[in-house]
């Protein structure tokens, strides 16, 4: 065997415990999902082919479609706050200080929570009769809002509880973006009488814009697959107007137990991620995009 052939075999065989796991995790599971997804099928029979009934059958279903602009709005609700609010917080928290790295330590703490202690946690804040914000209501002499049982409240008391439980790594990583703008940069607009406002968008803005379009995507596609605070704080409702996408998945999947119906929601959703993932990767590869760090 030749010495660049030998090389070739040994780089597939260090690489070879990965693609095996990634196939097996990763890869079939999809094409078993698609495969179910053209299958009328339940946990306890075979199932037949059907073709593409069940996505006809979601096309009909005012439910299905409740449930992605549900999940949409909640999407838009959450990623440019969150994106705003820890780009604040790592602004804030970048400097070399103990008191600044205790309070780094306390808002990145929600992020290791689980989502159900989370949950309970906004449970007990959002109670219009015990609750924490209920009780300031009553303080100052207004009544508590119904956050959780309320249809146009439900979406923002789930937004502000995913910021709250989520903003721990994005403040990381513009933590991390900001260490790697060189200090003459700064010293330079210093010695130019620049103010603090023309500093921030003449240089931290641009030096972050990958960062921050790195934020935003991942944000985004987390956010669309929202579920647990859907499910644990509301249960979908009131009248599922705080239903998601992938708490309807789940509901037809282990509610109703139609396994097919369930995967060919969840082929549509998986989509709909990669179309607005790839839209996003497209805009923010226009020319001019690599003159910003």
Known sequence: MSAPAQRR???????????????????????????????????????????????????????FWQSIVNTIIVTLMIVPPLTAVALALALALNRATRG?????????????????????IWRF??????????????????TPLPFLSDESLVLPALALTTIWWSVGFPMLLFLAGLQQIPQDMYEAAALDGASRWTTFTRITLPSLRRTTVLVIMLQTAAQLQLFGQSQ??????PSGASRTAVLFLFESAFGRWE????????????VMIVIVTLGQYAWTGRPGGDDAR
Do not use: C, Q
Not at 260 to 269: K, M
């Open 9 to 63: 075999t040994e780089g597939l065989l260090f690489v070879a415990p990965f693609l095996f796991f990634y196939l097996l995790i990763l890869i079939y599971p999809l094409l078993k999902g698609m495969w179910f997804s053209l299958n009328r099928i339940d946990l306890f029979g075979a199932g037949h082919f059907v073709g593409l009934g069940n996505y006809a059958r979601l096309i009909g279903d005012p439910v």
């Open 100 to 120: 600044a790295a205790i309070l780094r330590g306390i808002f990145f703490s929600s992020a290791v929570l689980s989502v159900t202690i989370v949950t309970l």
């Open 232 to 237: 644990l704080l509301t249960a979908g409702g």
């Open 259 to 270: 396994l097919g119906y369930a995967s060919a929601a969840a082929e549509v959703l998986f």
């Open 125 to 142: 804040v959002l109670a219009p009769d015990a609750g924490l914000l209920g009780e300031v209501w009553k303080s100052a002499g207004w």
